[in-house]
Every structure is written in structure tokens, then in C-alpha cells.
């Protein structure tokens, strides 16, 4: 099955959300304790998904807040070098910062972020900063879940939302769920769900789904899509790391993707790398049983590099590895 998309947009994905600096560990396979030098990565769930489609050959804008600073100027420059729009990200002037998160590399099984996210640029993104003008040229928007979290960044996602319903944008929703971003689970699962219903797609871990539902016992997917499935979604993408993942459409198909065997350095950049190739394939008119491998096997690549965002990789190599068909079969 294709999924459709207005193709006369200028733009394939505008993206609204966080851009951040990730500063990975060098010395890695031991605790952060014990790590003394770091890498210097733009990083942020949306950047790093549209980082990834742009390199993809997606034409991909960008919607969010930085901070008036290096970091926030070498994000922008970033970005901009790789070929995404940058005229919608704003520059902060209350003298917030950029969002850091170090990672640590304990082992490839044992990763952990450390994230610096006190009165950052992203959340302070305002609904007077969301431009329909700019929106309605896309045919995909991506919504970041932790852009939802606090005010006044919670109400240009609602306005962003409202303005792509609006205008024939299909909504992607990525869950992208950062337990400490939130005062309480309750919260989570009221804007989640609110967004979730009025998507188009909505993409999440089989935990962060659990987020949503507002559970702590771990939930059926089918129980999740037959709930999504009485609200707008007519494609859900539920992710389970290793085991692979599937996706399910209202019209009943359920297609699953698995992993592709690699040498993994690390995990984080996972979720990210396979949003953009997922996405990608979808655009370029590939079913989604095709979309799920592209996803897959973009994870893979990036889990076995150092950075979430740079590691993005090239539709020839997502295609190499595809070609060699090395799935994991777990689970
Ligand atoms: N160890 C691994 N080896 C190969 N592929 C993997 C591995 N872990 C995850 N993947 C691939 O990445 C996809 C997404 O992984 P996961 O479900 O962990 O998402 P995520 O939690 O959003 O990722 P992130 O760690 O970036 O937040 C999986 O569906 C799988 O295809
Ligand atoms: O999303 C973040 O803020 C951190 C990311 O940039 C990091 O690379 C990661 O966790 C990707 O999944």
C-alpha cells in the first residue's frame, strides 16, 4: 500500500521542534565519569530527522527557536549547509539557552543521555512565530512530542498542528517522549493523545505509546491502533528497538520491519535515522512494507557510527544494506 501526499508543495517536510547540540563521548565504552573529551554534533529529535531527510534528497525546512549564541549559530549554519530551510528559525532574545545533551557510551547495549535542558531556546518557540504562509508550502509536517511539554512551545504546536490540518499537511507525529521534559505522566498523556488524534501518522516506541495511553504496564499495539484508528491516523508506526517494528493501517494491513544486522556502537540516533528514511520512502511513492526497510536499515547504519545527526546516511548506502538482506529475527 502507497500512502499519499499532496505533491504540489514546495517543500516534502518542514519540521518543528528542538535543534540542540549533542556532545558524544570520544572515549567511549566506559562512564561519562571517566570520559574527558566530547564530540560536537547538532542534535535534537526534528533536527536530526530533518537533517536526515535532507540528506536523503528531501527538500526539508525548519521550524523552531535558538539560542542568540555559538551554539545556536553553529546549529543554524549546520543545518543550512546540509540544504534545509532555515529562514523560519528564529533567534531567541531573552537570553535562553541551546538544549546539550552528552551521551555516554557505557557499552553498545548501555547508553545514556545526560541532557542540559533548563529554560532552553527551543521552548520558548512562540505561536506568533508559526507562519501559515510557511506551512502551507509543505507536504509533510513533522511534530516533535517533547516540543509539547511546556508553554509557549505546547501552543505553536497546537497552531502548527491546526494550520497543516488547515491546509491539506499531512501530520507526522513523532512521539519522541523525554520522561524529564514533563511535570507528570498525566500531562503526557493528555497532549499526546490530543496531537495523536488530529494526526495523520503517528510514529513511537512501543514505550512511548505506553506514554500516551498513560500506562505502566506495557500495552497491545493492537489496542493502541484500534484507539488511534477512531480519530484521524490512518497510518501508525510502532517501534520495539531490536526486535524490529510494524506498522498499521485502518484498513486493517499490519506489515512488520526488521532489523538489519550490524556492529553497533550505539543506540541513540535509532529512532531518528529510521523517521527520516521512513519518511523518505514514503514521499518517493514506496509502499510502506518498503518504507519499514528503509527505516530499518537507516537505523542500523547509525547505530554503528558515533553521531545521531552527521551518521544520517545516503539512500545508496540505506539500499546497499537493504540489498544484503542480513535482518536480526528476534522476538
Ligand atoms: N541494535 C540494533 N541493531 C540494528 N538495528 C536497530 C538496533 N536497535 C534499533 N534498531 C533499529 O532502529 C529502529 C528504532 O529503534 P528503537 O525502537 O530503539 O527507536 P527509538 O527508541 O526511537 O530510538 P532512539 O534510541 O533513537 O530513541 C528499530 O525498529 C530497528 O529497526
Ligand atoms: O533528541 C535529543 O535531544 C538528543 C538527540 O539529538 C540524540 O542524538 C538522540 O538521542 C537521538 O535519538
Not at 507526522?172 to 507528570?184: A, G, T
Not at 516506541?205 to 484507539?227: C, H, I, P, Q, S
Request: hydrophobic share 35%; proline share 2%; aromatic share 10%.
Amino acid at each position: 500500500m502507497n500512502y499519499k501526499f499532496n505533491d504540489n508543495r514546495e517543500f516534502d517536510i518542514i519540521a518543528v521542534g528542538r535543534a540542540c547540540i549533542d556532545l558524544n563521548a570520544v572515549e567511549y565504552n566506559r562512564p561519562m565519569e571517566e570520559t574527558m573529551t566530547f564530540s560536537k554534533y547538532v542534535g535534537g529529535s526534528p533536527a536530526n530527522i530533518a537533517i536526515g531527510s535532507s540528506k536523503l534528497g528531501l527538500k526539508a525546512g525548519f521550524i523552531g527557536k535558538l539560542a542568540d549564541d555559538q551554539h545556536g549559530r553553529f546549529i543554524e549554519q549546520y543545518m543550512r549547509e546540509v540544504g534545509i530551510d532555515t529562514t523560519n528559525m528564529v533567534v531567541d532574545k531573552d537570553g535562553h539557552k541551546t538544549g546539550l545533551a552528552f551521551t555516554e557510551i557505557k557499552s553498545p547495549e548501555e547508553c545514556s543521555i545526560l541532557m542540559y535542558r533548563q529554560d532552553v531556546a527551543d521552548l520558548y518557540l512562540d505561536p506568533s512565530e508559526v507562519d501559515e504562509e510557511y506551512i502551507k508550502k509543505a507536504k509533510i509536517l513533522l511534530v516533535s512530542g517533547t516540543a509539547l511539554s511546556k508553554s509557549p512551545s505546547r501552543e505553536a504546536m497546537l497552531k502548527a498542528v491546526s494550520l497543516a490540518k488547515k491546509n491539506d499537511v499531512k501530520v507526522i507525529f513523532e512521539l519522541d517522549y523525554r520522561p524529564y521534559s514533563w511535570n507528570n505522566t498525566e500531562e503526557t498523556a493528555v497532549y499526546y493523545s490530543l496531537v495523536a488524534e488530529q494526526s495523520d501518522v503517528v510514529i513511537g516506541t512501543r514505550e512511548e505509546f505506553d506514554a500516551l495511553e498513560n500506562r505502566t504496564t506495557e500495552g497491545k499495539n493492537e489496542d493502541t491502533v484500534n484507539y488511534l484508528f477512531q480519530h484521524s491516523p490512518d497510518l501508525v508506526v510502532i517501534k520495539h528497538g531490536v526486535e524490529g517494528s510494524y506498522a498499521y493501517t485502518k484498513s486493517g494491513e499490519v506489515f512488520r520491519g526488521l532489523a538489519y544486522k550490524t556492529k553497533v556502537l550505539k543506540t541513540f540516533g535509532a529512532g531518528d535515522s529510521y523517521a527520516s528514511a521512513f519518511l523518505f520512502a514514503l514521499i518517493s511513492g514506496k509502499d510502506i512494507e518498503t518504507a519499514l526497510k528503509y527505516g530499518s536499515a537507516s537505523a542500523s547504519i547509525v547505530v554503528s557510527k558515533h553521531s545521531s545527526s552527521d551518521a544520517m546516511p545516503s539512500v545508496e548506502e540505506i539500499e546497499g544494506l537493504i540489498a544484503k538482506n542480513e535482518t536480526i529475527s528476534v522476538g
